[in-house]
């Protein structure tokens, strides 16, 4: 019983937090952040097995998030709504709770052949070319959304906000937070079981030592095809879950700056580490969150110190320049971000008896 | 039929001949040497033969199976394993992760099985970690299971580089300089030792080696190399007083 | 054909720019080996100083009320070496901490960018989002040549990328610190060992990508005068991919992939609808890049055992 404490935990902690939902304790926007911490755990977890374990320096993920958001919401407003596009809703709307999840499988899938695009250049180049090739990627991806009309082009798609409808018409239950935490769930169980099996463990060997890897029987070039194809899959299921807690997306959402966001998380989690980027995530989340608050506290404070001339307001856009500061510093103290290429349950040994991670 | 049977051999990089009409055969469980001065293409042959380098011309044949062209990873599921010059451990990997991982060819298993943790999974999983633990057990490094390759000494690292070779069972070990970086009586340890890897693990051993102590005591037959050329071969004492070979080590004193 | 060649015109003047930009990212990666991604940034920081300078210099009201052509003489050397010193602040300040307590190079990658970040949102924070202009610092001459027209200012802005090169190809083939900067590509411990410090060479680097950065900033603010705290990032990234198709670490590289980039942006932007710029842009880099995948000038990657 001890050894499942903390799964235990993490189920209640669900529960209790869909509960809350319901009975609508919670308010819209602490729920929207909540879910958004949540989309923000998938996206850097899955980032984290290629820049992470596999060592390669992927800077293109928001381009995976872009294919899955927007491969899962045209399938979504095809499947469930009446739309312009497709016509008639291929399905019921009652079915929408349940054929859900193949929704989130095609984009999932439409993301992981994206990542083929990159896995395939990775079999000749490494880390700084491939950085360039995913960068490149990224542009190509949200380039090519933007030109299709049909979509919307540059000025974005909606209607996904129907099929979550749909489904709390069935029944009523905060559905995205629902599908968030499954999606995490998913998530980090997939990338845990993955690299603590042998074969996962050749996309370490690729890593810290791809001539040995390649010589003592791993097939590299395959351990790549899978590593790319799986984590921007995942980085897919982060798009299209963003989609549906939206009901709106468009293409400059996911351009490199939320690709390096998702950098952020990974190298301030540490490199390798599913339990550190996840606290990355939260963390970082959580401090562009707070940052609306204190800001404009600041900007308060300041003026009545007179620290600020009367004409100047401190606004929004400190954020970004607080953030980076704030990184930059950390990494100052802790290069090898918060756990390095441990989990917590490295760092804190104890955590093991309360803890099976299968 | 020969275990392994290279014929004439010739692989150019660029305007670099490195290897010229390289011809060689070994047999089921013999034990054999490959020597040559520095820069002479014995780790070349090694290369070519793990197919690191696609040969310019020649064949290689493994019990009785043209290899060259496959990737190494396919040369090494047939059953040739390899140790480096220079050790290539995953130091970030436990020792015991190290060895397991040389038994991807023998897996079993494939992605999906992984994800939902299937009865195969579990299986294969288990007769892994068995086989490393195994192996470990047979080459004294059990102790170290754990403990990550960086943090050993070098003589451990060795042999942990070895024993990750012999994990994948191999019925050919190519031996890259083993006794690199030993000093002499460590070098008798590591005689004894290969001596004793031949006739535990019932394969055939080909190595390149400097150190002539060893390469006198193992070898039943000897090749030697300079300048990419076969310039000698034969029983290791006929060898030895081969006067081309000796030209070839301590240089021509005609000039 | 007339067309043609007014773009092609166009294209060397896109690809001057772009390849100002990349030779900071490769000499420094040359060097370093480490991406500076604030380098787009410093850019544009160079051009903000650009206008600093030259309003300040022309202001009538103000100390000095130079004429347009001396101010401009000395606008190119001040943000030239102010911007210098910003490239080299963030090595100082960012970087070299980080290197010396041997941090995964990556973090340093990441550091960069978030210097990058901190430059245009910092601009935007404290300028405001104002747009400003700088103001024009030489008289404009239209020059017909056939069919095409060249500006006597696209004319300067080639001229000097081309005189860059050739003072950098110079500074790096023939000078000592030239010499320096390649060994230590090769090399990095081996180069105290010939009495030449590292840092110097590194900073060296930084000032002269910097700087010729900084220069660029100054060519494009004139060439378009509307200011912009993120032209730096878009451009940066831009830069950044044809320093790597034309081979990073490679001065020629960076030349060839600015121009390249240009002409083949140019191109699709006047034969096809501009939207498909960098669909068509990047998938041709690409390609090139499948084709070579160390870059035009780029050596082959070898694995040795």
């Known amino acids: 019983m001890q050894r499942y404490a903390i799964n235990i935990l993490l189920c209640v902690a669900a529960v209790v937090l869909i509960v809350l939902a319901q009975t609508e304790t919670l308010d819209k926007y602490v729920l929207n952040i909540i879910m958004l911490i949540g989309i923000n ?8 097995l290629v820049n992470g374990y596999m060592g390669e320096f992927s800077c293109g993920h928001g381009g995976f998030m872009c294919v899955g958001a927007y491969v899962g919401s045209l399938l979504s407003v095809a499947f469930f709504t009446d739309s312009k596009l497709f016509g008639a809703a291929l399905f019921a709307p009652e079915l929408a709770p349940f054929l859900f999840p193949l929704v989130l499988f095609g984009a999932m899938l439409a993301a992981a052949l994206a990542g083929l695009i990159v896995a395939l250049p990775s079999f000749h180049t490494r880390d700084d070319y491939l950085a360039i090739i995913t960068i490149a990627a990224n542009y190509i991806i949200i380039s090519i959304i933007e030109n299709i009309d049909a979509i919307g082009g540059s000025r974005g798609f909606s209607g996904m906000k129907k099929t979550v409808n749909a489904m709390s018409d069935l029944i009523d239950l905060p559905w995205m937070l629902i599908w968030t935490l499954i999606g995490v769930f998913v998530c980090v169980v997939v990338i845990r079981r993955l690299m603590t099996s042998t074969y996962g463990k050749g996309v370490s060997a690729v890593c810290q030592n791809e001539v040995a890897a390649e010589m003592m029987g791993v097939n590299t070039n395959h351990v790549k095809i899978m590593a790319f194809m799986v984590s921007s899959g995942l980085g897919g299921l982060a798009g299209v879950l963003y989609a549906h807690v939206y009901g709106y997306v468009n293409a400059q959402s996911f351009n490199l700056l939320k690709s390096t966001e998702g950098l952020v998380m990974v190298y301030l989690g540490g490199m390798g580490s599913i339990t550190g980027v996840l606290m990355a995530a939260v963390a970082f989340t959580l401090l562009v969150e707070l940052l609306r608050f204190i800001i404009p506290g600041l900007n308060t404070v300041f003026h009545d110190l007179n620290l600020l001339p009367a004409s100047y307001q401190l606004d929004q856009i400190w954020t970004w320049v607080i953030i980076p500061l704030t990184l930059i510093l950390l990494m100052q103290f802790r290069p090898e971000g918060f756990l390095g290429n441990r989990e917590l349950t490295h760092v804190f040994p104890r955590l093991k008896r309360w803890i099976t991670l299968k | 039929m020969p275990l ?24 089921e469980h013999q034990l054999v040497g490959l020597i040559g001065p520095n820069g002479a293409g014995k780790t070349t042959v090694f290369n070519i033969v793990s197919g690191f380098y696609k040969p310019t011309e020649g064949n290689i044949v493994f019990d009785g199976r043209r290899i060259n062209g496959l990737k190494p990873h396919q040369i090494t599921a047939l059953g040739i394993a390899r140790t480096f010059q220079n050790i290539r451990l995953w130091n970030a990997m436990t020792v015991l992760d190290n060895i397991r991982l040389a038994r991807t060819p023998q897996l079993g298993y494939n992605f999906l099985d992984t994800i939902l943790r299937t009865a195969r999974y579990r ?41 990750r070779a012999l994990a994948g069972k191999p019925r050919l070990l190519l031996l890259d300089e083993p006794a690199a970086g030993l000093n002499s009586s460590d070098a008798d340890d590591l005689i004894r030792f290969i001596r004793w890897i031949h006739d535990e693990f019932k394969l ?35 060898v030895r007083n081969n006067p081309d070979v000796i030209k070839a080590y301590l240089g021509d004193d005609t000039l | 054909m007339e067309f043609f060649l007014q773009q092609c015109v166009n294209a060397l003047q896109w690809g001057s720019f ?5 030779l900071g990212y490769t000499l420094v990666y040359g060097v370093l080996r ?26 009538p009201e103000g100390m000095f009320g130079f004429s347009r052509e001396l101010a401009l003489i000395l606008t190119i050397p001040l943000t030239m070496i102010l911007t210098s010193l910003v490239g080299v602040t963030l090595e100082r300040v960012a970087y070299r901490p980080l290197m010396r307590k041997g941090a995964h190079r990556l973090y340093v990658v990441i550091t960069a960018l978030m210097c990058g970040l901190i430059l245009e949102n910092g601009n935007l924070a404290l300028l405001g989002a104002s747009r400003r202009t700088l103001p024009e610092l030489m008289d404009k001459a239209v020059y017909h040549i056939g069919g095409i027209t060249v500006t006597n200012l696209k004319l300067f802005v080639v001229l000097a990328a081309i005189l860059v090169f050739f003072i950098l190809h110079f500074i790096v083939t023939r000078t000592r610190m030239g010499m320096a900067m390649r060994a230590v590509s090769w090399d990095k411990f081996a180069l105290p060992l010939m009495g030449i410090p590292l840092d110097r060479v590194v900073v060296f680097t930084f000032v002269l990508g910097s700087s010729v950065a900084g220069l660029g900033g100054l060519l494009f603010a004139m060439s378009y005068p509307v200011l912009d705290p993120y032209m730096g990032a878009t451009t940066g990234w831009k830069a950044f991919i044809a320093a790597v198709v034309g081979g990073i670490g490679d001065i020629r590289g960076a030349f060839v992939g600015g121009f390249l980039l240009a002409i083949v942006e140019v191109m699709v932007a006047a034969f096809l609808p501009s939207t498909y710029r960098d669909l068509y842009a990047f998938s041709i880099l690409l390609l090139i890049l499948w084709h070579r995948p160390t870059g035009i000038f780029g050596k082959p990657l070898t694995a040795k055992i």
């Open chain 1, 41 to 48: 755990c998938i996206f850097a977890v899955s980032l984290n």
């Open chain 2, 4 to 27: 392994l049977e290279i014929s004439g051999l010739t692989q150019r990089f660029g305007g670099l001949q490195a290897l010229t009409d390289f011809s060689f055969q070994l047999e």
């Open chain 2, 123 to 163: 299986q294969a999983e288990k007769a892994i970690e068995n086989r490393a633990r195994e192996v470990l057990e047979m080459m004294k490094l059990s102790d170290i299971a754990e403990e990550f390759p960086k943090n050993l000494p070098y003589g451990l690292q060795r042999r942990v580089e070895l024993a």
């Open chain 2, 204 to 238: 055939s051993i080909w190595m390149i080696e400097h150190q002539m102590k060893v390469v006198m005591s193992l070898c039943q037959h000897l090749t030697v190399i300079d300048f990419g050329c076969v310039i000698a071969s034969g029983e290791p004492e006929e």
């Open chain 3, 18 to 22: 772009y390849a100002l930009i990349a």
């Open chain 3, 34 to 59: 480490l991406i500076n991604f604030a380098h787009g940034d410093v850019f544009m920081v160079g051009a903000y100083l650009a206008f600093f300078i030259s309003t300040g210099l022309l202001a």
